[in-house]
């Protein structure tokens, strides 16, 4: 903003060189980018009351910038709700679209989403696991997301339920896909043995369910779903009931230490 008012740069400049300043901020204290997305997510809750032409340019550099930026550190809620709120606002049609198909599948499939919560308790709970299963649906931009991949209709979208399945340990999360596998056939994804570069772990498998509706079931343990949900920050804000810890964030989390290497390439020189 300060940049803008000296009428020196372009606004193109500017935020170019605002998003410079920003990386080499992020490099030397990652809590930078943590208040930085937080600010950023409290302007897209607010944009319905800015001008149409300020609403499109903020969406576009939140869907560009800072939504990436989220799922860089595993903050997927975070994310995920930028990218939503900014589809909502670029593509109306699109998001109102997917949103409809999402209400009247929710309605079709209730039955269904209760029938495997209700069959996958009940088994865990034979085998001594104890689990939690919520059921979801996954964000209009993720759907949107997936339909543009594989260039398919709506209508031909067949996996848009979820569910997350936690456990109390990462030896129940094998138990606990052994005993859907014994159900329900479906190929699974290990991201537990093999984490993703921003620390994203869990068990991920497609299953066909009663009526042929395929889900994916997410695996994962209380701190594998808290990472999962709020990324970096999971690192300082759960651990013995600390404040963040700037040091405990840069020697736990993988994905800061890759953003930081990512950052020296960009801006070196």
């Not at 595993?74 to 995920?80: A, F, N, T």
Request: aromatic residues 6%; neutral net charge.
């Amino acid at each position: 903003t300060k940049i803008e008012r000296l009428n020196l740069v372009s606004r193109e400049e500017a935020q170019a060189e605002n998003l410079r300043k920003l990386l080499l901020a992020i490099s030397q204290d990652v809590r930078v980018l943590l208040v930085k997305l937080a600010d950023r997510l409290h302007n897209m809750r607010t944009l319905q009351y800015m001008p149409p032409e300020k609403r499109t340019r903020i969406a576009q550099e939140t869907m560009d910038i800072y939504a990436p930026l989220a799922g860089r550190m595993g903050m997927q809620d975070m994310r995920s709700e930028l990218e939503d709120i900014s589809f909502k606002i670029l593509q109306p049609e699109h998001y109102q679209a997917i949103v409809a198909r999402l209400d009247e599948m929710q309605s079709a499939y209730s039955e269904t989403i209760a029938t495997i919560s209700s069959e996958l308790s009940e088994r865990l709970q034979a085998e001594g696991i104890t689990a939690r299963v919520k059921a979801r649906v996954k964000s209009p931009f993720s759907i949107f997301n997936k339909i543009e991949r594989k260039s398919i209709a709506l209508e031909q979208l067949s996996d848009m339920i979820g569910f997350r399945v936690i456990v109390g340990s990462i030896d129940e999360c094998y138990h606990t896909l052994g005993v859907v596998h014994t159900k329900w056939k479906g190929r699974f994804k290990d991201y537990i043995s093999v984490p993703k570069h921003n620390d994203y772990q869990s068990i991920h498998t497609t299953i066909v369910g009663p009526g042929r509706q395929r889900a994916e079931l997410q695996i994962r343990t209380e701190e594998m779903d808290r990472v999962a949900e709020f990324g970096i920050a999971a690192h300082a804000l759960y651990k013995d009931g600390a404040s963040a810890d700037l040091s405990r964030i840069e020697n736990e989390s993988q994905a800061y230490g890759s953003l930081r290497s990512t950052i020296a390439h960009l801006t070196a020189g």
